[in-house]
């Protein structure tokens, strides 16, 4: 997370630091007693230090100092749920600033500081869970986030996350700042850090799957993930990852078929309540008869459900019956680099500018692979039909457009080609704006062709990537001239860019895959020649 740079600081700030800091646990001054965990540790502290800094007991300065308390006869209190050392490292953020934080006690750290309302060490530790989540910890991440909002607890068997980095945090703020009140009695609900855990488990759902990670869910993590239709797997891997699962968790692990029946009852005791949300009928029939119903896990009504859908698919309706409606995929642009971890989301958000949801798109072209010359851009995109072109410079910016109409380098002078489809649009930038979408306004200059240049798009241009686009500045972005808002509310900008010139980190260019492009508009349809 980093680590707070004392040198920074006047000598007057360090020392100030340094003598506050030696306070904390000092018998000789302290009028508080912190009773912690099991152990029932002692850790002393200040009524001072602790209504200066927390917004718990700021709320509660009457409830202090209404008894003359002092190093003899000092105010108990209790936090069983707490543990010792992870306790005692967030009084030393109180009272010096600083402390160090690892994945191994992070959440037990944020729930502490949720509880004593400490919103800068809360911002802290929130910023340190996205800066490290990873597909190697994400699934003990979502056991402590749901264990957490379920009990106000951290599981600690499962939020010790080996490997994932240990810093130091450092703040020189009072902590004056108002925090949403929380008791040290009552449980954090921890609903945005289950929905973040989640939301990033679903979207590598392929990838989390296989961590050991996974096999150590609790049910309630499991039955998260299940219930959810944006967990991104075919329904014959669902099974079979929760089947994975299960075995773990009932130390199994010989084939079912080879099971005795202790074994099938401890294996079926953790998939129940779990296999209920599995979308059975979904499950490929050849899958269903090897590799489900030998676990004897499938009640014998589903079972008998799936046969008989199997036999007479026409009795059921695909339109309201959810059993038969399949998971989202996030997966929509297969190879990108660009859209991946926290950007997956964009995804879908591209095909609903496009209006054509649930559309796959192959990689044509990415620069790092292919080369950054315009040559090498129009060798593998030239006549492909429609294109969907990601940029992302090297400030982090992501940008890019739709383009109807198929590239191509000829004339050798190169000419606008017009379109009434095509749009451009910002995804991240730099600035923190976005995503939005700026649809063509001046037709016949929709499109940009020429043989020395990259995808560009307007008169002028709005977005121009050019040759060697990776060693120079001389993309940029002239906007708006040939595109412009859709509609009053988005705003416009002198760059889609964010800034008039860039340097290309990556370039891709995705075309619509024609196998799974059903709900897709006709001028989505990619051309069938070669070129």
């Not at 029946?261 to 599995?278: F, P, R, Y």
Request: with cysteine.
């Amino acid at each position: 997370m980093g680590t707070h740079d004392a040198s920074s600081l006047s000598p007057g700030m360090v020392g100030l630091s340094v003598d506050v800091g030696s306070l904390l646990d000092d018998r000789e001054t302290a009028d508080v007693v912190f009773v912690v965990g099991n152990e029932m540790s002692h850790v002393h502290a200040h009524r001072l230090v602790l209504s200066v800094r927390c917004d718990y007991y700021r709320q509660r300065k009457y409830d202090l100092w209404i008894k003359p308390y002092s190093p003899m006869a000092p105010l108990s209190v209790k936090r069983p749920q707490s543990t010792p050392a992870v306790f005692k490292n967030v009084l030393q953020f109180l009272y010096t600033g600083k402390m160090s934080i690892s994945s191994d006690t992070v959440f037990e750290v944020l729930l502490t500081a949720e509880e004593l309302g400490v919103k800068e060490l809360l911002v802290m530790c929130e910023k340190h869970l996205i800066e490290n989540l990873t597909i190697d910890n994400a699934a003990r991440f979502l056991n402590s986030a749901v264990q957490m909002k379920a009990t106000g607890k951290p599981d600690r068997r499962t939020s010790a996350v080996r490997h994932a980095g240990t810093g130091a945090i450092g703040a020189t703020g009072s902590g004056s700042s108002s925090a949403a009140h929380m008791s040290t009695s009552t449980p954090s609900d921890g609903r945005a850090l289950v929905e973040r855990c989640l939301e990033f488990v679903e979207e590598n759902a392929e990838q989390v799957v296989k961590t050991a990670g996974f096999l150590e869910l609790s049910k309630k993590s499991v039955v998260h993930l299940v219930c959810s239709d944006q967990f991104a797997l075919p329904e014959d891997e669902v099974w079979r990852s929760i089947l994975r699962w299960a075995m773990s968790q009932a130390d199994v692990q010989v084939p079912p078929r080879q099971w005795s029946d202790a074994q099938k009852a401890a294996v079926g005791e953790h998939l129940t309540g779990v296999i209920d949300h599995v979308k059975i009928l979904l499950i490929d029939s050849t899958v269903f008869a090897e590799e489900v119903e030998p676990t004897g896990a499938v009640p014998m009504q589903l079972s008998l459900e799936r046969y008989r859908y199997a036999a007479v698919p026409g009795h059921f309706d695909p339109s309201v019956d959810v059993r038969l409606q399949a998971r989202v995929s996030h997966r929509l642009f297969h190879g990108t680099q660009v859209l991946t971890q926290q950007r997956v989301r964009y995804q879908h958000l591209i095909n609903d500018w496009c209006e054509c949801s649930g559309q796959q798109w192959q990689c044509l072209f990415r620069g790092t692979r292919d080369g950054f010359t315009a040559k090498s851009f129009h060798r593998k995109c030239d006549n492909k039909g429609p294109t969907l072109i990601l940029v992302k410079s090297t400030d982090g910016s992501i940008f890019g457009g739709y383009a109807d109409e198929a590239w191509a380098s000829q004339p050798s002078k190169g000419r606008f080609v017009k379109s009434t489809k095509s749009f451009i649009f910002t995804l991240v930038l730099s600035s923190g704006k976005g995503p939005m979408r700026y649809a063509v306004v001046k037709t016949n200059s929709a499109l940009w062709h020429h043989p020395n240049d990259g995808p560009t798009f307007g008169a002028g241009f709005d977005l121009h990537v050019s040759n060697h686009c990776q060693q120079t500045t001389n993309s940029y972005s002239n906007f708006p001239l040939s595109y412009g808002r859709v509609d009053a509310e988005t705003p416009l900008m002198s760059s889609i860019a964010g800034k008039s010139s860039f340097c290309v980190q990556e370039l891709e260019v995705f075309s619509p895959v024609v196998e799974q492009s059903t709900s897709a508009p006709p001028e989505l349809q990619p051309a069938t020649s070669s070129g």
